[in-house]
T-cell receptor, first 118, second 107 residues
Framework: EAGVAQSPRYKIIEKRQSVAFWCNPISGHATLYWYQQILGQGPKLLIQFQNNGVVDDSQLPKDRFSAERLKGVDSTLKIQPAKLEDSAVYLC????????????????FGPGTRLTVL | GNSVTQMEGPVTLSEEAFLTINCTYTATGYPSLFWYVQYPGEGLQLLLKATKADDKGSNKGFEATYRKETTSFHLEKGSVQVSDSAVYFCALNDMRFGAGTRLTVKP
């Protein structure tokens, strides 16, 4: 079974530029998450989707960050404009719909996109 | 609000030593509890979980018991290997993570 796919794996930009990350969750997974993991810290939830609707975006800096999950499958996270403090690994994770073989509580993480803002 | 407090690292052990990484939580109700592991250069992986009080999660020789009375979920392994070197994260089912504990095992 294919895992959660993310691209690009690495991105270097200058401050005030824009950047976008893409995530394709495991097939059939209804819930999708975006996290920000700053070096030396645990992942911080940015936004949670259930199908194509937003469940929780309370920690998303909405003045510069946006995310969408059109058609309830893959998702993009955008930063515009980027700041130095946005340098981090951006993780995408998905979780199965209740009723599938996997326990509902289990999240599956992608490899992440490492963003460096200069 | 809900939170997770995790033992600060880094932790350095010799091979075959006993490992404990402490994790305590604050939450309403009885959340599921998780340990995730991040090996060098790899993504986060679920290591083990427990869904109710007194449950013991186990995997790859690691164990953690859900202790409601002490609101804890400490990770243990009786004999660590060099291949266990990684960062370990404790988490709640509302997707709050601890800060992570880096473990280095030396031969």
């Amino acid at each position: 079974e294919a895992g959660v796919a993310q691209s690009p794996r690495y991105k270097i930009i200058e401050k005030r530029q824009s950047v976008a990350f893409w995530c394709n969750p495991i097939s059939g997974h209804a819930t999708l998450y975006w996290y920000q993991q700053i070096l030396g810290q645990g992942p911080k939830l940015l936004i949670q989707f259930q199908n194509n609707g937003v469940v929780d975006d309370s920690q998303l800096p909405k003045d510069r960050f946006s995310a969408e999950r059109l058609k309830g499958v893959d998702s993009t996270l955008k930063i515009q404009p980027a700041k130095l403090e946005d340098s981090a690994v951006y993780l995408c994770a998905s979780r199965p719909r209740a009723g599938l073989a996997e326990p509902e509580d289990t999240q599956y993480f992608g490899p992440g996109t490492r963003l460096t803002v200069l | 609000g809900n939170s997770v407090t995790q033992m600060e690292g880094p932790v350095t052990l010799s091979e075959e030593a006993f490992l404990t990484i402490n994790c305590t939580y604050t939450a309403t109700g009885y959340p599921s509890l998780f340990w995730y592991v991040q090996y060098p250069g790899e993504g986060l992986q679920l290591l083990l979980k427990a869904t109710k009080a007194d449950d013991k999660g186990s995997n790859k020789g690691f164990e953690a018991t859900y202790r409601k009375e002490t609101t804890s979920f400490h990770l243990e392994k009786g004999s660590v290997q060099v291949s266990d070197s990684a960062v370990y994260f404790c988490a709640l089912n509302d997707m709050r993570f601890g800060a992570g504990t880096r473990l280095t095992v030396k031969p």
